[in-house]
T-cell receptor
Framework: AQKITQTQPGMFVQEKEAVTLDCTYDTSDPSYGLFWYKQPSSGEMIFLIYQGSYDQQNATEGRYSLNFQKARKSANLVISASQLGDSAMYFCAMREGRVERDDKIIFGKGTRLHILP | DTGVSQDPRHKITKRGQNVTFRCDPISEHNRLYWYRQTLGQGPEFLTYFQNEAQLEKSRLLSDRFSAERPKGSFSTLEIQRTEQGDSAMYLC????????????FGPGTRLLVL
């Protein structure tokens, strides 16, 4: 079973509109972290936002916010006032906190976001 | 503060050749990770180091792959007897400690095996 599911392979959004990128996750570990990364065509992975499983409030970073619904195991990324430079691949990812030695990030398959002028 | 750097950025090789990639983490980051990303997929974990100790290896890391971090600073990833299926982007990331929130990624090395 997939640990991270991103159901939207691609999205087209008009510039200046808000956009929500969906992500659901699967874990039995009570301690975990959720990430969103942006990957432009240049290839580097750019960290956007992080949410810890015990965080009471939704994470926000500038125009990015993470809509964390723990009971639904959902961690959607919301980008407000989209810009042309937001066009990129977006990955949802999770790190589980099982044991000290198990320190890897598991990525979803990504959503390609196209911002239209 | 410089970010994670990787060298080379691109590599084209013939099947059967050996290749070696280098990763320089952010200064004083004691954790270093290698991931592989194929076209249309998210990155997949290969291995990670805490200082010079290699703590975990994915089953994706066949015996043709070897990674080292001899002095706990830079790391190398070697692929022996390359196969066409090894063609991918190889990403390196670093983080300062286990409880940090973020792994910072380098620009990647894009490998093409002909």
């Amino acid at each position: 079973a997939q640990k991270i599911t991103q159901t939207q392979p691609g999205m087209f959004v008009q510039e200046k509109e808000a956009v929500t990128l969906d992500c659901t996750y699967d874990t039995s570990d009570p301690s975990y972290g959720l990430f969103w990364y942006k990957q432009p065509s240049s290839g580097e992975m750019i960290f956007l936002i992080y949410q810890g499983s015990y965080d009471q409030q939704n994470a926000t970073e500038g125009r990015y916010s993470l809509n964390f619904q723990k009971a639904r195991k959902s961690a959607n990324l919301v980008i407000s006032a989209s810009q042309l430079g937001d066009s990129a691949m977006y990955f949802c990812a999770m790190r589980e906190g099982r044991v000290e030695r198990d320190d890897k990030i598991i990525f979803g398959k990504g959503t390609r976001l196209h911002i239209l002028p | 503060d410089t970010g994670v750097s990787q060298d080379p950025r691109h590599k084209i090789t013939k099947r059967g050749q050996n290749v070696t990639f280098r990763c320089d983490p952010i200064s004083e980051h004691n954790r270093l990770y290698w991931y592989r990303q194929t076209l249309g997929q998210g990155p997949e974990f290969l291995t990670y180091f805490q200082n010079e100790a290699q703590l975990e290896k994915s089953r994706l890391l066949s015996d043709r792959f070897s990674a080292e971090r001899p002095k706990g600073s830079f790391s190398t990833l070697e692929i022996q007897r390359t196969e066409q299926g090894d063609s991918a982007m190889y990403l390196c990331a670093s983080s300062p400690d286990r409880w940090t929130e973020t792994q910072y990624f380098g620009p990647g090395t894009r490998l093409l095996v002909l």
